[in-house]
């Protein structure tokens, strides 16, 4: 039990975790699938195939049936995570949960280690006290919170790369200083990179990352020696990339660089609304990402990241030993992520859609900073009220987390909807920006059919009606709104969303029965044929 306290006072991130694995556990059957869901888990269903050797054998090996129900879409999409995940899943669907809350739960228990890892990589330049702070200021973001549950492609990309970049940065420090565990901390950084490629072709960025630190800090300390075990670190990451990513197996270099061409643009044809304005993906204006960095974080964030900024680089640049001047290079690189990307979308504008979340990513620096700026504070207002009691701390510390804790509580179970009062929360922002653009309201709307219909009934989707039909029960009839041929029948329902304001264009005439929202801000409605 000693041994156990003194882990959590050294590591007070433990008890935020825990913290947030209850709370988890109780919310986790609440979220609604995602239009996106389904077909990404028949995908990670279908990857055993890949690896049975009975199939290798069978004489009638094809690698396409690897690829699930989607296969052109998702053989691009590396499978890593799903590899990793889908067994907890299992687990959980043998204990008796449904498929999709089983996959909610693992998502949040994975984005954790993301917390873990943004808790650790913090703690290289700042104190566990606001390592601890932008964390927990990073956890509660109602955005990234709803994200962390029912988004299994870009909460997990986060959680690898920035582990990469952690774990890279720390095997750079072992290999230079010659430590013993050299070689553990090498083929478990090796193998996050990899795994973190399989996920997105964006990850070996990290290992870029981690290449320049290593140059740097090899150059300062004459271990010039020390390349060879650098080498096997990408040979490594490499091989794990392959070995876990099907697609890739057919040929390495020329299926990586097509996805990777493929990805640089984004391709896609989705509409999306974005101030007032329903945009193609590939025609929004430049100020896309700024606008929705600004408004889709909670209010104290960039006012904390620029105070962050100014302090960290300071006390970093005023640090004349090698120890700072190593310090100021792996800050300098990890905030690189965030310009680097930053600058490409600016310059290059590919087609974006589903609000920032393709970027959640390169967020950790933001984060870091605001670390930086807390420490800042508790600096000026020890010395300004001469104490140092840590009551006083973590109060302001809850104060300024406080608004992505009521974002959260407020949108249950819609979260990811989140908007700050720049625009006048999610209420404001709504008619003019994406809410509930993966339709998840689809649960609540077809649930509460359920409980309101005892006759038989005919349901018509305007959209992606196999999420609604997830959630049926055996007297609702769910069909396609958009494949229909037959004239509605009177007492028939149908289900519209509001991405894109649609439920202000699709049978309007139509007397509404039923709306799920959260204050003002309408998500889908269904509608009832007279």
């Known amino acids: ?23 988890g556990l109780i919310v986790y059957r609440d979220f609604g699938l995602t239009w996106d869901e389904p077909y990404f888990y028949g995908y990670g ?45 299992y687990g959980l669907k043998a204990l008796g949960s449904d498929e999709a809350s089983a996959w909610h739960l693992v998502n949040f228990l994975f984005f954790q280690l993301g917390v873990y890892f943004l808790y650790r990589i913090s703690t290289r330049w700042m104190s566990s006290s606001a390592a601890l702070f932008a964390s927990a200021f990073f956890s509660f973001q109602p955005m990234l919170w709803g994200h962390a549950f029912i988004n299994p492609k870009d909460p997990p990309f ?44 964006l990850a070996p960025l990290a290992g870029i990352l981690a290449l320049i630190y290593f140059i740097v800090t090899a150059n300062e300390m004459k271990k010039n020696s020390a390349w060879w075990s650098f080498i096997q670190y990408g040979l490594i990451a490499i091989v794990v990339m392959f070995v876990t990513w099907p697609f ?12 990777f061409i493929l990805m640089s643009d984004n391709p896609t044809h989705l509409s999306v609304l974005f101030d007032g304005r329903v945009y193609s993906a590939s025609e929004l204006p430049r100020r896309y990402l700024p606008v929705l960095l ?17 302090y960290g680089y300071w006390m970093l640049i005023k640090d004349r030993t090698a120890n700072g001047k190593g310090k100021l290079v792996a800050l300098s690189l990890v905030f690189s992520s965030f310009l680097i990307v930053l600058a490409y979308v600016l310059l290059r504008k590919p087609a974006m859609y589903d609000g920032m979340r393709h970027f959640f990513f390169v967020l950790p620096p933001v984060f870091i900073f605001i ?28 104060v300024l987390i406080l608004p992505g804790i009521i974002g959260i509580y407020k949108l249950h179970p819609y979260e990811y909807a989140y908007y700050n009062s720049f625009v006048g929360g999610t209420d404001g922002a709504f008619r003019d920006y994406e809410t509930d653009f993966w339709l998840t309201c689809y649960k609540e709307a077809v649930e509460e059919i359920n409980k309101l219909s005892t006759a038989p009934v005919t349901l018509f989707v305007y959209r992606e009606a196999y999420v609604a039909a997830s959630y049926a029960s055996d ?32 049978y309007v005439d ?21």
């Open 158 to 201: 986060l959680t690898f790369f920035l582990a990469s970049v952690c774990l890279g940065f720390e095997m750079v420090d072992s290999i230079v200083e010659d430590s013993r565990d050299k070689t553990k901390k090498l083929l478990l950084a090796a193998f996050v990179l990899g795994i973190a490629t399989s996920i997105r072709v």
């Open 294 to 310: 600004t408004i889709s974080l909670t209010e104290p964030t960039w006012p904390l990241f620029g105070i962050g900024w100014v």
């Open 1 to 23: 039990m000693n041994s156990l306290y003194k882990k959590i006072v050294e590591k007070p991130i433990f008890l935020l975790l825990a913290f947030n694995i209850i709370i």
């Open 371 to 398: 670390g930086f700026a807390f420490e800042f504070l508790l600096e000026k207002i020890s010395l300004f009220l001469h104490t140092g009691k840590k009551w006083l701390y973590a109060g302001i510390g809850l």
């Open 510 to 530: 139509v007397p509404n029965v039923m709306s799920v929202k959260r204050g003002e801000a309408t998500f889908c409605v269904v509608r009832q044929i007279p």
């Open 248 to 259: 890739l197996w057919e040929s390495l270099f020329r299926n990586f660089a097509d996805v």
């Open 475 to 506: 007297r609702i009839n769910v069909q396609d709104l958009r494949n229909r041929h037959d004239k509605f029948q009177s007492g028939d329902h149908i289900l519209v969303n509001s991405r894109t304001n649609e439920d202000r264009t699709t």
């Open 45 to 89: 269903d279908a990857l055993g195939y890949a690896y049975s050797p009975a199939e290798w054998f069978s004489g009638h090996f094809d690698l396409y049936n690897s690829y699930g129900p989607s296969a052109d879409d998702h053989k691009t999409r590396g499978p890593a995570y799903l590899l990793l995940a889908r067994n907890f899943v």
